[in-house]
């Protein structure tokens, strides 16, 4: 489905999806049972643009719309959602957070690197006490001298064992949200520890962990925006980080109607295609439309995000119903393959375990619909 895309997305779509048809599909069933992506793919990914996408070009990155950003989140989600959360994660979630929020030095030293894929970012934020209710977190940060001292834990944090520089977000005030620091601190920092978190149900090849810091001492120029204003440069940046994941789901969709448009035509029972049967049809129209109305819903909040438009809500909307259609898609899949799409021969059973925390994480299901029904009704749900 084409709809007034330029010649520099399409172009880009197609790069990607070829790169991604040679270089990851051919061995992402691998990976899912390695429980790890094969790193050599990385720097692969930030020569195509993938990394340093809506990153400047004075900052080392290859500049772009949030269009082209939701095209190449789509392929990487048709390809191995592993992959997707690799680049959204560190140069979405925390690259956004330093181009939007950090000192000239701090983008100097690094969004480039983070663009080029030389040092991978995660994004600290979640705790074993702290999901749903982010502005409660308890990780503090101390002040000493000219240094903070961080204490705490972090949870399902993507990228956590592989990563070079952690935003940590962490208490300086008792003030609820806005008592939260932001912090961008470099992992080899003494009392920083990354331990994976092994047996996921999906997202196997992508390194999810658990953070702790035993007082890790960072300077002052450490320190990402002002204090206290950390909880909105989180939230700020899961808007965005809602389209990525949206827009990851769309790839998730789109391989399931491939998958069950090309194992439908061809798989035969009583003397015919299965793709023949009307019930058949039905599973993969309701794929089809889902496969559509996930991507309108993902371009119209990437197209507010280029003019300039507020944006939060259709984030929201989008992250929402591409996430769920998702499940729904790959569940459909899984029915219209039988047993088949049961293992591993096909994608579909994969799909369905990478789709399930979609509606989870950076904010669940229930939290984008009270964002939305706050939005519509003008009373918060949450207080
Ligand atoms: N962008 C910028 N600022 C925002 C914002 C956004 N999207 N959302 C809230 N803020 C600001 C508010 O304007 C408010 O500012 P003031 O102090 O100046 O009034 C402040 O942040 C606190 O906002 P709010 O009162 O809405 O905070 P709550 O604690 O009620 O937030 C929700 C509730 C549920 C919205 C929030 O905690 C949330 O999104 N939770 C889900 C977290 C999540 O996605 N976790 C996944 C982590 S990554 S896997």
């Avoid at 007034?4 to 899912?32: C, G, I, K, N, Y």
């Avoid at 480039?112 to 702290?130: I, R, S, V, Y």
């Avoid at 944006?311 to 459909?332: H, I, P, T, W």
Wanted: charged residues 25%; contains cysteine.
């Amino acid at each position: 489905m084409d709809l007034s895309l330029s010649e520099e997305q399409q172009a880009f779509r197609e790069l990607a999806r070829d790169f991604l048809e040679r270089e990851a599909v051919p061995h992402r069933m691998q990976w899912d049972h390695d429980e790890s992506v094969d790193l050599a793919i990385v720097p692969k990914m930030a020569d195509l643009g993938f990394f340093g996408l809506t990153i400047p070009e004075e900052y080392g990155g290859v500049g772009g719309d949030y269009v082209t950003y939701s095209l190449a989140m789509e392929e990487l989600g048709r390809a191995d959602s592993a992959l997707r959360g690799i680049v959204s994660v560190s140069s979405g979630l925390v690259g956004k957070s330093i181009l939007f929020h950090g000192s000239e030095e701090q983008k100097q030293e690094w969004l480039p690197q983070l663009a080029a894929a030389t040092k991978l970012g995660c994004f600290g934020l979640t705790e074993p006490g702290t999901g749903s209710d982010a502005g409660s977190l308890t990780s503090r940060a101390t002040r000493d001298g000219a240094d903070w001292v961080i204490t705490g834990q972090k949870l399902f944090i993507t990228n956590g064992t592989w990563a070079d520089v952690a935003l940590v977000f962490a208490r300086t005030s008792d003030d609820g949200p806005r008592g939260v620091t932001a912090f961008l601190v470099p992992t080899d920092s003494p009392g920083f520890e990354a331990r994976e978190i092994k047996h996921k149900l999906g997202l196997r090849g992508q390194a999810t962990a658990e953070l702790f810091l035993h007082d890790v001492r960072v300077p002052d120029s450490a320190r990402l925006g002002e204090v206290g204003q950390g909880f909105k440069i989180a939230m700020g940046t899961l808007d965005k980080g809602r389209l990525a994941v949206a827009s990851g789901c769309v790839g998730i969709v789109q391989g399931c109607l491939e998958a069950s448009v090309a194992y439908a035509t061809q798989r035969t029972q009583f003397g015919r295609p299965i793709a023949s049967f009307q019930l058949v049809q039905d599973l993969i129209a309701d794929i089809s439309l889902d496969a559509d109305a996930a991507r309108l819903l993902a371009w119209r909040c990437a197209d507010l995000i280029d003019r300039g438009e507020p944006y939060g809500v259709a984030a929201s909307k989008a992250k929402l119903f591409a996430s769920e259609a998702a499940v729904r898609a790959a569940d459909n899949a899984i029915q219209v393959h039988g047993g088949a799409g049961y293992v591993d021969d096909f994608p579909v059973a994969k799909y369905l375990r990478d789709a399930r925390v979609m509606t989870l994480y950076e904010g669940t299901s229930q939290i984008q619909k009270l964002l939305i029904g706050r939005a519509e009704t003008g009373i918060n749900a949450f207080t």
